[in-house]
């Protein structure tokens, strides 16, 4: 009875790794040589370094006492952020109070310009100087805006330039505000890696939802071939030995051969790199990891007022402290101390405003205890160090994660983690479950471990290896799902 049930099972197993194969192989094909192309190009956008870019520096001539900014918005609303930046030659105040933002000129004789086709044309100037080939008026996301949450900003104005770089830019009617540049390169190399492989479709990304349960449905049979293709390759050597007293591949034939081979040696790969780019678009569920207790942590890190009154620092005295080269203050706070982060021409400096001095942040061991002593209780133990080297959950490929940094452990039931910045207030917080997430996402798919991440070029090479190796077992699989379909078809006919 044993030996029909496992002789059942391995049928199973053979004909489920034989129609999914067939079905999936050139999906995963797509995704391996996709995955090599996003090494090296992502998805374009206009992201936050492009647009500061664009500011202009603000001058420190005529500009107004904060307090009398403030008083231009409806009293008693709590003020939430407020920041300033010059752009297409007015400098203006950004505030806002909940949902609500009020842009206000410095000079408050100023109006805010009307989004016109004079201002829309001046925003595109500033972008891309190049002669403009000509303008669409998109009522439809395409494929280089294809978010649904873009929708709002309907119609969007499409310019196309007469460029060596054919640049594309879409701007919003409603703000002016820049959604989207793009080149003809970023475009070329978008369509090759990361529109296919992240199933960037405007008909499916406009829907998150849908998108969503797109990649689930493709990755779950996914995970199911490979699986059963483990299992295969594995009874296969078995069934070798049992034969001949020998470990190899009982395939003669080429094709075979490099599938199953190739399959022995990158399967595991396959399965987890398959698993953590499901991964990526679901949550880790608490039985993973389970997550105790739930900490106010932006509550108490942001528990200082962002008011005029709290920041003996005038930020008018930083700009003439760094005179023609701030384009852009904001206001922050990391609890009960004043900030301002400036952005100069090449870099962001985050600057303790609690003193009428100009001075850089630097927040003592003293200051980052009492803040998670505020989060987690004075009772628990503590451990705090400065890291100047990226730690296994702290790390970034692409170094934007500034060193050094504390690092306080928690001995709690969650085994907590704060990474707080000394020269700019920002924290991270990690606990058991976001160190699972951490692992079933990024730390299998994209191999950010910390060694690899110190030794780049070594992390480039375990890639190209990987998914080189992936895309052969994928290539075989296409074939021998070809000659698949085509054995039946014949079949049928005869």
Avoid at 141 to 152: A, T
Avoid at 372 to 396: C, F, M, P, W
Wanted: hydrophobic fraction near 40%; proline fraction near 4%; aromatic fraction near 14%.
């Amino acid at each position: 009875m044993l030996q029909k049930k496992t002789s059942f099972f391995s049928r199973f197993m053979y004909s489920t790794h034989r129609v999914l194969g067939t079905l999936l192989s050139i999906l995963f094909l797509m995704w391996f040589l996709t995955g090599l192309v996003l090494i090296y190009h992502t998805f374009p956008s206009a992201n936050r370094k492009e647009k500061a870019d664009r500011l202009e520096f603000i001058s420190d001539r005529a500009l107004p006492d904060i307090a009398r900014v403030v008083k231009r918005i409806p009293g008693g609303a709590k003020i939430d952020h407020i920041s300033v930046d010059r752009y297409l030659g007015q400098t203006l105040f950004h505030i806002q109070c909940g949902k609500q933002k009020y842009d206000l000129p410095a000079d408050s004789v100023q109006q805010i310009p009307v989004i016109d086709g004079k201002r829309i044309a001046a925003v595109a100037f500033a972008w891309c100087k190049a002669p403009v080939a000509r303008i669409d008026t998109l009522r439809k996301l395409d494929q280089w805006i294809p978010f649904g949450q873009l929708k709002k900003e309907f119609p969007i104005y499409k310019f196309y330039f007469k460029d060596k770089e054919k640049h594309q830019l879409y701007i919003s009617s409603k703000s002016a505000e820049v959604l989207q540049f793009t080149s003809y390169g970023q475009r070329f190399w978008a369509w090759l890696g990361a529109i296919p492989h992240w199933v960037y479709f405007t008909s499916l990304r406009q829907d998150k939802d849908l998108w969503t349960l797109s990649v689930i449905c493709l990755a779950i049979p996914g995970i199911l071939m490979t699986i059963s293709g483990i299992y295969v390759g594995i009874d296969a050597y078995v069934q070798r030995y049992k034969r001949k007293r020998t470990f190899s591949s009982p395939y003669k034939k080429k094709w075979y051969w490099w599938h199953h081979v190739t399959g022995m040696l990158f399967g595991i790969f396959v399965l987890t790199w398959i698993f953590s780019g499901m991964m990526s678009v679901v949550d880790t569920p608490q039985w993973v990891g389970k997550t105790h207790k739930e900490y106010p942590i932006d509550k108490v890190m942001a528990s200082g007022k962002i008011s005029p009154e709290n920041y003996p620092l005038d930020y008018r005295e930083v700009i003439k402290a760094y005179s023609g080269k701030v384009k852009s203050i904001e206001w922050d706070n990391f609890r009960d101390i004043p900030l301002y982060h400036i952005q100069t021409g090449k870099k962001k400096i985050t600057l303790d405003a609690s003193a009428d001095t100009v001075r850089t942040l630097q927040l003592s061991p003293a200051t980052v205890l009492q803040a998670v002593n505020a989060i987690q209780g004075s009772t628990v133990r503590k451990e705090i160090e400065l890291l100047h080297q990226y730690d296994a959950y702290y790390i970034a490929r692409s170094g934007h994660l500034p060193l050094p940094v504390y690092k306080i452990t928690v001995n709690d039931a969650d085994a907590g983690c704060y990474y707080i910045n000394p020269a700019t207030g920002e924290y991270r917080y990690v606990n058991t479950h976001s160190r699972w997430s951490f692992w079933l996402y990024q730390g299998m798919h994209s191999l950010k471990i910390k060694w690899l991440v110190n030794h780049p070029l070594v992390w480039i090479f375990v890639m190209w290896t990987l998914l080189i190796g992936g895309a052969i077992v994928s290539l075989s699989g296409v074939v021998l799902g070809i000659r698949y379909i085509v054995r039946k078809g014949n079949q049928l006919k005869a």
